[in-house]
């Protein structure tokens, strides 16, 4: 691309540590989009400036996601008691019940509906599922 | 209401119609972006703030699109409200000792 200053080497490995932290797949390609698009056209020590911002506030962001995405489950599901054998199988045997959630802007993503866990990729961390797809 | 989301309140209200990104609105709030975008990510999720990415074409602009946000209008109204009740400490606070004071 022609144009703008693209971020430099050094930023965009900043700002790839700076989103690994985010809770989950779709929180850490958003910012990364976000942030690497925010440094075009800086001058190359801004742009590490501006990374170093991003690279010591990572909790902030995290907790503030994470507080966000309770809530959207929170919205999105039916405020159902969860049986204590349904808990049992998220927390220790990680079977988990998928269902896909929408967001208020219209993104969609994947996440267990008993312990809120967000869906990792299927060839990814939680391979043990049961019943694949809920919903 | 901490002192930086009310910086970012105050830059988002100087005008509401007005769509900013994360270093524009760090920038007028005199904030890094560190601190700037987990304060977005709260007023976006109790919906004070709607974001979108900018609708451009990258080969042209020679840079990929950004993510801007914006207040709605139920978040400028609560925003203004929130900065004049907090601008106005409560009698109590006023009344209540100062470090130092005899």
């Given at each position: 691309m022609s144009g703008p200053r693209a971020p430099v080497p050094g930023a965009r490995l900043g700002v790839g540590l700076a989103v690994?932290?985010?809770p989950?797949?779709?929180d850490r390609e958003r910012y990364y989009c976000e942030f690497v698009a925010e440094l075009y056209g800086m001058p190359?020590?801004?742009?590490?400036?501006?990374?170093?911002?991003?690279?010591?506030?990572?909790?902030?962001?995290?907790a503030a996601l994470g507080a966000a995405r309770f809530r959207g489950i929170e919205e999105g599901l039916m405020e159902a008691t969860v049986p204590a054998g349904q808990r049992f199988r998220c927390r220790y045997l990680r079977w988990h019940h998928w269902q896909t959630i929408g967001t208020p802007d219209g993104e969609r993503y994947v996440a267990c509906s008993v312990c809120k866990t967000d869906h990792s990729g299927w060839g990814g961390?939680?391979?043990?599922?049961?019943?694949?797809?809920?919903? | 209401m901490t002192?930086?989301?009310q910086l970012v309140l105050e830059a988002l209200l100087a005008d509401p119609e007005r769509e900013l990104y994360g270093v524009e609105i760090g920038d007028l709030a005199t904030l890094r972006s560190g601190t700037v975008h987990p304060i977005l990510a709260r007023l976006e999720a109790?919906?004070?703030?709607?974001s979108r990415w900018e609708d451009i074409d990258p080969r042209s602009e020679g840079r990929p699109p950004r993510r801007y946000y914006r207040l709605t209008a139920e978040g400028a109204r609560a925003a203004q409200d929130a900065l004049a009740r907090a601008?106005?400490?409560s009698p109590t606070l006023r009344l209540r000792p100062q470090v130092g004071e005899a």
């Open positions: 690994r932290l985010l989950t797949r779709r190359p020590g801004t742009q590490l400036r501006q990374v170093v911002g991003m690279v010591s506030q990572p909790f902030a962001l995290r961390a939680n391979r043990n599922t049961l019943g694949g797809m809920a919903g | 002192i930086p989301t109790v919906g004070w703030l709607r601008y106005r400490p």
